[in-house]
Antibody, heavy 113, light 107 residues
Framework: QVQLKESGPGLVQPSQTLSLTCTVSGLSLTSNSVSWIRQPPGKGLEWMGVIWSNGGTDYNSAIKSRLSISRDTSKSQVFLKMNSLQTEDTAMYFC???????WGQGVMVTVSS | DIQMTQSPPSLSASLGDKVTITCQASQNINKYIAWYQQKPGKAPRLLIRYTSTLESGTPSRFSGSGSGRDYSFSISNVESEDIASYYCLQYVNLPYTFGAGTKLELK
């Protein structure tokens, strides 16, 4: 059974760096890509980026300069790091298999001092 | 980037109604559109992929169609459990992009 689960701090101060982890089970990171998607409260969905099965990455150009996605295949984990956080980055952050066939439950991140 | 124009933003329906949501892409997306249902506080749930392929567990009252730039998603015989927001997603080109969503409410 495919499962993804996000984890990370619920509160981040402005200008700081966000670090999130997506732990997967029931799928191999060497044969599956994983995307990160976010959703501000009461708003729509934004695709952030993807790490491919070969370890390559692609990012949404709107946030590319601030975003990094990496992985540890031995731990079945994918990581998101985004720097220079602002209040507009307050959102639910989801990881998903591929383009979005299976999703984690999400983790709420609030950017506030 | 491909823009996905989803309409209507909100929809009011009675139980048993048929409702339709549309998404228009800014360019041909070759049927690479998916439809999601999202309930408050939950992750989106994939209902349909590749325009019209129902996911396992998706009730047959849900359907999708379209080609080129124009796509639609329908629910026949709306049930109370269908009250949710719905989103389209194009996944033919990066960055993948979502429609703005449609909130389905009971009349």
């Amino acid at each position: 059974q495919v499962q993804l689960k996000e984890s990370g701090p619920g509160l981040v101060q402005p200008s700081q760096t966000l670090s999130l982890t997506c732990t997967v089970s029931g799928l191999s990171l060497t044969s599956n890509s994983v995307s990160w998607i976010r959703q501000p409260p009461g708003k729509g969905l934004e695709w952030m980026g993807v790490i491919w099965s070969n370890g390559g990455t692609d990012y949404n150009s709107a946030i590319k300069s601030r975003l990094s996605i990496s992985r540890d295949t031995s731990k079945s984990q994918v990581f998101l790091k985004m720097n220079s956080l602002q209040t507009e980055d307050t959102a639910m952050y989801f990881c998903a298999r591929g383009w979005g066939s299976y999703w984690g439950q999400g983790v709420m991140v609030t950017v506030s001092s | 980037d491909i823009q996905m124009t989803q309409s209507p933003p909100s929809l009011s329906a009675s139980l048993g109604d048929k409702v339709t949501i549309t998404c228009q892409a800014s360019q041909n997306i070759n049927k690479y559109i998916a439809w999601y249902q999202q309930k408050p506080g939950k992750a989106p749930r994939l209902l349909i992929r590749y325009t019209s392929t129902l996911e396992s567990g998706t009730p047959s009252r849900f359907s999708g169609s379209g080609s080129g730039r124009d796509y639609s998603f329908s629910i026949s015989n709306v049930e109370s459990e269908d009250i949710a927001s719905y989103y389209c997603l194009q996944y033919v080109n990066l960055p993948y992009t979502f429609g703005a969503g449609t909130k389905l409410e009971l009349k």
